[in-house]
């Protein structure tokens, strides 16, 4: 006991223990009370992951989305820590709402405690302005585009509209300079913000103590009076616990936080809030563009003034909710109607073909994204990770230059060209050889000439393998060649080593050489002569860009090993962890 | 003394509840933080680069190479850029030594002394030999690092970079 004797002499411990742990808690521990605790208990768990996210992240547009990429699937636990802070940030506001109805509800606003409600008013603006600073920091697909339609909201504000904008942003559009703001104010400022009125907060409500029960009677509250520790603060324990459960559960569901491709620019990506904002989205909706701003900006200081109004106005000498009926159908008109226009835009979503489909393909491409971003981060930033392969630097000029008119290997694409997405199978090409008029094939094109084939089934397999065999795709059937000739097809095609005829010449069909000569001189007289509408691509794509569409576009016999190497050199790719 | 048992019960649940937030979260974030003693984050090029033909060397006479290769930093990669320097040693037709260009003793650059004819680290005048790099004096723990060699049929002598850990009488890989 001696080091203790010295401790308290030399710091006065025991008072500030007994205080802190002896507080009286009116009429004892109670379930009422442990939403308070809770929020406490989310703030420390938001601090302590923070932190710890802090140390693996870097605020850049360059960089932001491989370092966050990096503590999700390289760092172990990373997923899991991130999805603590992602889904803890939820809780919080989730919590938030509980506890201000909680407070509503046993009258915990009303005199002598209306500081205790201003400030908890504070700290849910607070909260929410965490929740709107972090979202952008992965500079992912969803906070980029999220963010971009908060910011544009700001600035159709009338007169300062434009300044605000620019302020927040940190310059003219998103960049690095929106990030270094966002970050400093969700890791500095904010937290010393509401660290700041936390303290306010308690202090005010130690003062006045917790409001118990309206219908308990005031002999039974003093009787069951007790101190803090050990009865309110296991109950408080408990409850972080279920909190923390709870939250352990969803992240493992979802195998943690959600991490969406790079923010491309370019990209056609569904913005959509996170769900907390969802409410204001579906607000919006009705309000003329230009108002927007100004909407949000008079919606919001109604909200603060009438939640900040509520206990001058409810004098009620009686804390019995029939008594001020008035005060708590107000707020819960307010809050149901913001529930109800949180959960109307998320229903509508989930059965909207079309936001699926987005949806859909954002996931495909998140997915893609992680692949390629353990071949590194280029130099140029994370969106340059499609730079990292053959494929998909094809897959990137593909959807510039042929997609307008061709499918492609994913289904994506025009029509009013062959369909590519199983260019070179064999059903493709038995396909082609049995009706070339068919829209998949060159119906819709200016091309004709070659008729459906009247060939039996057998022969339009052995000449499927032989045209195949051409461009090296599999080997010569022993009576192909022949068929090749009884059936007519050498009237119009040439082979290897012979002059063109009045069709494209097959000597190397379906080869990397082949498909090289198409998309550079598609009306070359060995290919599809004048008769093409397809544009020539010689001096538009370099030999490269060719050679990463094969990569894209042919099944992979074609083009062994080499092109699936990474642009740059081999280097050993790091531990992949998977959630 | 039942409130007595109470609080006996409930001091005890609240230790066991702590201990498991505190585990829950606790064993995942020093798990994460302390990740760094488990990985190399930074990494350069791995395997062999060609560094000329073995015709372009003199016979005897160290001539330092630059070494170009990709930086992998925890999530980002290098454009190639300079990473550092080695020596090449032709020994006689066929053969060729390389040697890392840090001095093992305190990570300086090893420059060659013409007049003396060894290698000579300029911060802490550790001495190597030319003939295999041993050293010949000062404070160095260990000779200078010597790096794999290969050279092909036609000449091209391919070299693996590599760099080691300065300060040690063991020659280990950072």
Known sequence: MKFRDWLEDRTGYRKIMKSALDEPVIGGASWAYVFGSGLLFLFVLQAVTGVLMALYYTPSSRESWGSVYSFTHVVPFGWFVRGLHHFGSSAMVVLLVVHMFQALLYGADRAPRELGWWTGVFLLFVSLAFCLTGYLLPWDQKGYWATGVVTSIMGTLPLVGRWIQHVVQGGNGLGNLTLTRFFGFHVFFLPTLLLSILVAHIYFFRRHGATPRWSRPKAELEAKTRPFWPGQITYDLAFSLLILAGLVWVVIAKHGAPLDAPADPASNYLARPEWYFLWLFELLKIVPGRWEGTFVLVFMLVAVCFLLALPLVDRNAVGSPRRRWRHLLAAACLGGGIAFLTFHPMVRDASDPAVRVQKEAAEKDAKEAMTLAALGIPPGGADLIYMNTSRSRGAHVFVHECQPCHKGPDGIGGASAPDLQHLMTTEWVRGLIADPTKPEYFGATALAGMPPTTASPADLATLTSYVRSLGGRESEPPTGKKLFEDTGCHGCHALSGEDPLVGPSLGDYGSSAWLAGVILHPDAAQRYGAQSTMPAYAGKLTDEDVTDLETYLLPAVAKPAKSAQPAQPALPAQKEKQP | ?174
């Open chain 2, 1 to 174: 003394m039942v409130e007595q048992k109470r609080r006996t019960l409930l001091i005890a649940a609240s230790g066991a509840i702590s201990v498991v937030i505190a585990g829950v979260v606790g064993v995942p974030v020093i798990r994460a933080f302390l990740d760094p003693l488990w990985r190399r984050s930074i990494v350069g090029t791995d395997g062999a680069t060609a560094y000329g033909n073995i015709s372009e060397l003199p016979i005897g006479k160290p001539v330092e190479r630059g070494v170009v290769g990709v930086i992998r930093d925890a999530w980002d990669r290098s454009d190639p850029k300079s990473i550092g320097a080695l020596w090449l040693v032709r020994r006689d037709a066929k053969k060729v030594d390389a040697y890392s260009n840090v001095c093992p003793h305190a990570a300086c650059p090893v420059g060659y002394d013409e007049k003396r004819s060894v290698f000579a680290c300029p911060c802490h005048t550790s001495d190597f030999a030319l003939a295999d790099g041993h050293v010949l004096g000062g404070p160095s723990p260990r000779g200078l690092d010597s790096l794999p060699v290969e050279v092909k049929p036609d000449g091209t002598v391919f070299v693996t970079y590599q760099r080691f850990i300065a300060g040690t009488s063991a020659k280990r890989e950072v």
